[in-house]
C-alpha cells in the first residue's frame, strides 16, 4: 500500500510527459501549458471558493450515494468493505505510535493524489478525447474510469457522481484549479470524518 501511495507524485510526472505526448499529436495547434491547465485565467480566486464548496457539497452526495450502494451490496449477502487508503489510515489511528506514517498518508491523500488524478483525468483524458470529436465518451467514459481506478464497489457509485461534478466544475471555470481544489476539499472532508469516528 505504502508503495502505491508514493507512486502518486511519479504519476504527476508522467501525467505531464503524457500531456505533452497528447499535446503534440492531438491538438491541431500546440498549447502551453497553463493554457491547457486554466492556470493563466485570472480567476485563482473564484475557483478557489467553487472548489471549496463542490468539495464540500460532495461529500453529502457521495455519502448518500455509498450509503444506497452499501444497502445494495448487503442486500446481494456480499460484505462491504471501504477503500484499502481508507481502512490503511484507520489502523495507523487506532495504532496511535506511528504518527509520522498517518500524517504520510494524510498529505499523499489531501495534497498528492488531487493534484495528480485531476491533472490526470481532467487535465489530460477529459480534454484528449473530447478533442478527438467524443464528448460524451469523453465525460462518461473518465468518470467511470476515475471510479474504476479507486478498485471499490462501495464508492463506485459515489466517485463517478464526484467525477461526473469535477468535469462540469472543470468546464465551468475552464480552470484545472477549481476541481483540484474540490478534490482536495471532498477528500480532506472524509479524512476528518474518519478521524472523528
Not at 29 to 56: E, H, K, Q, V, Y
Not at 110 to 118: Q, T
Not at 168 to 174: G, V
Request: hydrophobic share 60%; with cysteine; glycine share 6%.
Amino acid at each position: 500500500m505504502a508503495a502505491n501511495v508514493t507512486a502518486l507524485p511519479v504519476a504527476i510526472l508522467v501525467a505531464v510527459a503524457i500531456w505533452f505526448q497528447v499535446n503534440r499529436r492531438i491538438y491541431h495547434l500546440p498549447i502551453s501549458l497553463a493554457d491547457t491547465f486554466g492556470f493563466n485565467r485570472n480567476n485563482t480566486g473564484r475557483c478557489l471558493l467553487l472548489g471549496l464548496a463542490t468539495g464540500l457539497g460532495l461529500v453529502l452526495i457521495a455519502k448518500a450515494l455509498a450509503f444506497m450502494s452499501s444497502l445494495l451490496i448487503q442486500a446481494f449477502g456480499d460484505q462491504v468493505e471501504p477503500q484499502k487508503l481508507v481502512k490503511l489510515i484507520a489502523e495507523e489511528l487506532a495504532k496511535q505510535e506511528n504518527t509520522g506514517t498517518l500524517i504520510f498518508f494524510v498529505v499523499m491523500a489531501v495534497a498528492v493524489a488531487p493534484v495528480a488524478e485531476e491533472i490526470l483525468f481532467r487535465g489530460i483524458l477529459y480534454p484528449a478525447v473530447k478533442q478527438l470529436g467524443h464528448p460524451r465518451v469523453a465525460v462518461i467514459g473518465t468518470a467511470l474510469l476515475f471510479a474504476l481506478i479507486h478498485v471499490n464497489l462501495l464508492s463506485f457509485a459515489s466517485l463517478t457522481a464526484v467525477a461526473l461534478a469535477l468535469i462540469a466544475l472543470y468546464e465551468f471555470t475552464d480552470n484545472l484549479l477549481a476541481p483540484i481544489t474540490a478534490h482536495a476539499v471532498f477528500n480532506a472532508s472524509n479524512l476528518i470524518m474518519l478521524i472523528w469516528q
